[in-house]
Each structure stands twice: as C-alpha cells, then as structure tokens.
Nanobody, 122 residues
Framework: QVQLAESGGGSVQAGGSLRLSCTAS?????FLWFRQAPGKEREGVSV????????YLDDSVRGRFTISHDHSRNTSYLQMNSLESEDTAMYYC??????????????????WGQGTQVTVSS
C-alpha cells in the first residue's frame, strides 16, 4: 500500500514562510493538501496533478501559497508565504494513484499523511 510522509511544519511569526513536504512511497497521479484548525471543519488547500504539473489553489491561499514537485523523489512541496494567524492548523497531504480521474477536495481519497502542525503568531 502507498504511504505518505509529511514534514516541514513549525512555528513562525506572521508574514513569515514555511515549506511543507509530502513524500509518497511510489508515484501518484495527484497530491492534495488540507488543513484543519481546532473547532473547525477540514478545509481543502490545493490540488496538484503530476502528469500535467497543474495546480489548483483555494481562494483562501491563492497568491500566497504555491506548489512544486520533485518527480524523482515522489515529493510535493507546499510553499507558504505571507503567513497569517488564520493559517494556523494541522496540515495533511493526501494522494491518489489512479489516473484519469479528477481529484477533488470532496473525494474519498485512499492515502493520507500523518499531518504536520503549522502555528503562526502575531
């Protein structure tokens, strides 16, 4: 079975940057990032398709966050700039191996990482 390993979380001041990593044990068709703050529902952050290098970003992070990908390492990176207190959350990556299927936030995804905490202070 596919496994995802996350890293890169930490505590930063508002306006700072962090880069999260999500490494899969084998190549995947798409990678997604989610976040969940205490007392709030899980929120979709981004979708990345490895075959086309296409990225979709949620409105809440568009213009501040970007996605990059290292195909040789099966690793996707979430670059987070201009961080705000509202970005504080546990961040999770997820993936799907099957090709030819649109990857959506609301999908029942088969593979999830363990999560990494991001804390932004003022």
């Amino acid at each position: 079975q596919v496994q995802l390993a996350e890293s890169g979380g930490g505590s930063v001041q508002a306006g700072g940057s962090l880069r999260l990593s999500c490494t899969a044990s084998k190549n995947q068709y798409c990678f997604l990032w989610f976040r969940q703050a205490p007392g709030k529902e899980r929120e979709g952050v981004s979708v990345f398709y490895t075959d086309t290098n296409t990225t979709y970003l949620d409105d809440s992070v568009r213009g501040r966050f970007t996605i990059s990908h290292d195909h040789s390492r099966n690793t996707s990176y979430l670059q987070m700039n201009s961080l705000e207190s509202e970005d504080t959350a546990m961040y999770y990556c997820a993936s799907r191996e099957t090709t030819g299927i649109v990857c959506r936030f609301e999908d029942r995804l088969p593979t999830w990482g363990q999560g990494t905490q991001v804390t932004v202070s003022s």
